[in-house]
């Protein structure tokens, strides 16, 4: 099972990115009049869904019930990403149109927030010689600390 950081620009024409726990693109797409079924269809087919980003502050009522289903951690940045961040986010791939370039661009802002944490995470993984670090970097994305998430035990603090 692949787990993964979905960014959704839900709208009259949508997108939908994902990449993995280490950044790398692995779907995009986009859509007219596309409803809850194309975004979960989609996702099922990549992976796990740990986080479901957006690029915007607000979170949208259609990303909201995307979250539902999955029960994922959602990520909104403290402002709505500007053009010219999710150009610069974007640059590297290429993005057929401008909701395209916003579900990634949501994407890896997300996933720039939390990789000072996965790269830890990993790094530690490494020096003791244990596998799964997919596992690991999704139950760290899902509020467990490094020691819980390694050695699979979660503590009781709130």
């Known amino acids: 099972m692949t787990h993964i ?35 979960a269809k989609a996702i099922n087919s990549v992976g796990t869904p740990s986080i479901i980003a957006t690029d915007k502050k607000r979170i949208s009522d259609t990303v909201k019930r ?12 403290t402002a709505d990403m500007s ?21 990634y661009a949501a994407c890896i802002k997300a996933y720039n927030h939390y990789i000072n ?12 010689g244990l596998e799964n670090i997919d596992e690991v970097k999704a139950k760290i994305l899902n509020k467990y600390s490094i020691n819980e998430a390694i050695y699979n035990k979660k503590s009781n603090r709130r």
């Open 117 to 128: 944490k996965l790269n830890q995470a990993e790094h530690q993984m490494r020096i003791y």
């Open 66 to 77: 995307i979250n539902a289903i999955f029960n994922a951690k959602i990520y909104a940045p």
């Open 5 to 39: 950081i979905v960014g959704i620009d839900p709208g009259k024409r949508s997108a939908i990115a994902c990449v993995d726990l280490d950044g790398n693109m692995l779907y995009l797409d986009s859509s007219i009049n596309a409803g809850i079924s194309w975004f």
């Open 83 to 103: 053009v010219e961040e999710k150009r610069m986010l974007s640059i590297k791939i290429g993005v057929k149109n401008q909701h395209e370039m916003d579900a």
